[in-house]
């Protein structure tokens, strides 16, 4: 059995790719991402980190060059196959949690598996809630909730579909710095604890510390990539 989580071969993003202006967003972009890692990407606005995250999770579709997940292609997969291997392997954390008012907590957690009619686990349930410390928000609407615990909630409806890898797009933008400390904390015992692959974006380095591996990308391109127990990882970080 292999030992990769994600596979990028050659991958390029051009936008406006028959126009006058072309724009080159991504530029033959090759890497691997084993099991289990902790990955972050980092880089300026406009350098492609973004478009990167969100084609490795299958939101936007590349212009050409292989993705593989978990042994799976997702470069040429139909909407509807697409659909069906996000709710089995995937996971999302977002900036702005993604949470509906009208739910409360407990219901956006467990709104996933309502819709892919799944029963919930009422012990598993127990145990990420009381994991990620949100247990006296369950009747709560969001908007009723602060920012560290809407995102925690976020945590907590990702975590309760099983996801093989998270992919998470500035989780603590709307934290402060307590809370994104908080936040990074849970995010590297899941890692740890619960042999989740994780790949963030961000532009924090005090977040990025918490991950095993740095991608910098700029112009499209991939201009370092640096491994914790480096050297290089340790003066970048401190």
């Not at 691997?32 to 579709?61: A, W």
Request: hydrophobic residues 40%; aromatic residues 8%; proline residues 3%.
């Amino acid at each position: 059995m292999t030992n990769i989580m994600l596979e990028v071969k050659n991958l390029k993003k051009i936008y406006d790719e028959l126009g006058p202006s072309p724009k080159i967003a991504l530029d033959d972009l090759s890497f691997e991402i084993k099991n289990n890692e902790f990955v972050c990407i980092m880089g300026p606005s406009g350098s492609g980190k973004t478009t990167l995250v969100n084609i490795l999770s299958t939101i936007d579709k590349a212009t050409s060059g292989i993705v593989n997940i978990s042994g799976a292609s997702i470069v040429g997969m139909s909407g509807a196959a697409k659909a069906k291997f996000r709710k089995k392997k995937l996971g999302f954390i977002f900036q702005n949690y993604n949470l509906l008012d009208t739910l409360t907590v407990k219901e956006n957690i467990v709104l996933p598996l309502r819709l892919s009619k799944v029963t919930v686990e009422q012990n598993k349930f127990e145990r990420i809630v009381k994991e990620l410390e949100i247990k006296e928000v369950l009747n709560k609407y969001p908007f009723e909730c602060s920012g560290g615990q809407l995102q925690r909630v976020a945590v907590a409806r990702t975590l309760i579909m099983n996801p093989k890898i998270i992919f998470a797009d500035e989780p603590t933008g709307n934290l402060d710095g307590v809370r994104s400390k908080q936040l990074m904390q849970y995010l590297e015992k899941i890692n740890k604890n619960r042999n989740i692959t994780i790949v963030m974006v961000t532009h924090d380095p005090l977040d990025a510390a918490y991950s095993s591996q740095m991608y910098y990308i700029e112009d499209g391109k991939i201009k370092n990539h640096i491994i914790k127990g480096d050297d290089t990882f340790e003066e970048y970080f401190s």
